[in-house]
């Protein structure tokens, strides 16, 4: 089975630090990916990577940077917390570049912002 | 501008009913269309999907129908169980994007009655 793990269920943090996500896959994906999860607006892309060290901005990239070194390993920065990133965190995996898959999702962050 | 476009955020079915989730999509682009449950705290997980080559795609208690010249897909479940009830996301990919990401519309509740 595919697994795509997140480093933390929950996370508290102050507005203004500096904030880790990290995802990690067991499958070689190619293809990684972070959504954010608000009431009444579904998943939202925030930024993805379809090779190490390549990243590409998804939708709502503002406030957030990624990093990919590894394969296997995706983390999303937040570079100065603020409360409208109180949120869900989604990372999601992809076996490849183009094709007809499905991506895999870890079990979420709730990060809240006080 | 939603892409991807689920109108009804919830639904209630007694159980052993029929639930029928809808979705509506405005990207031509698009060739293959996902559906994903997610219960709360977790990610979601994907349940069944189908391209667009095809108009049916059938797994289990789960069928997708696909009408591409009203761009709208839907989701069957027959007979409904209780533990079906969850939040369901439609998704799209298509185009020639480098890893041709998932757009998700905002999802339906669904709450099966016992």
């Known amino acids: 089975d595919v697994k795509v793990t997140q480093s933390s269920r929950y996370l508290v943090k102050r507005t203004g630090e500096k904030v880790f996500l990290e995802c990690v896959q067991d499958?070689?994906?190619?293809?990684m990916f972070w959504y954010r999860q608000d009431p009444g607006l579904g998943l939202r892309l925030i930024y993805f990577s379809y090779d190490v060290k390549m990243k590409e901005k998804g939708d709502i990239p503002e406030g957030y940077s990624v990093s990919r070194e590894k394969k296997e390993r995706f983390s999303l920065i937040l570079e100065s917390a603020s409360t409208n990133q109180t949120s869900m965190y989604l990372c999601?995996?992809?076996?490849?570049?183009?094709?007809?898959?499905?991506?895999?999702f870890g079990q979420g962050t709730r990060l809240t912002v006080v | 501008d939603q892409q991807v476009k689920q109108n009804s955020p919830s639904l209630s079915v007694q159980e052993g009913r029929i639930s029928i989730l809808n979705c509506d999509y405005t990207n031509s682009m698009f060739d293959y269309f996902l559906w994903y449950k997610k219960y709360p705290a977790e990610g979601p997980t994907f349940l069944i999907s189908?391209?667009?080559?095809?108009d049916k795609n059938e797994d289990g208690r789960f069928t997708v129908f696909l009408n591409k010249s009203a761009k709208h897909l839907s989701l069957h479940i027959v007979p409904s169980q209780p533990g079906d009830s969850a939040v369901y996301f439609c998704a799209a990919k298509g185009g020639s994007g480098s890893a041709r990401q998932l757009t998700f519309g905002s999802g339906t509740q669904l709450t099966v009655l016992p």
């Open positions: 499958m070689d994906h190619e293809n």
């Open positions: 189908i391209s667009s080559i095809k």
């Open positions: 999601a995996s992809s076996l490849r570049r183009t094709g007809n898959t499905e991506a895999f």
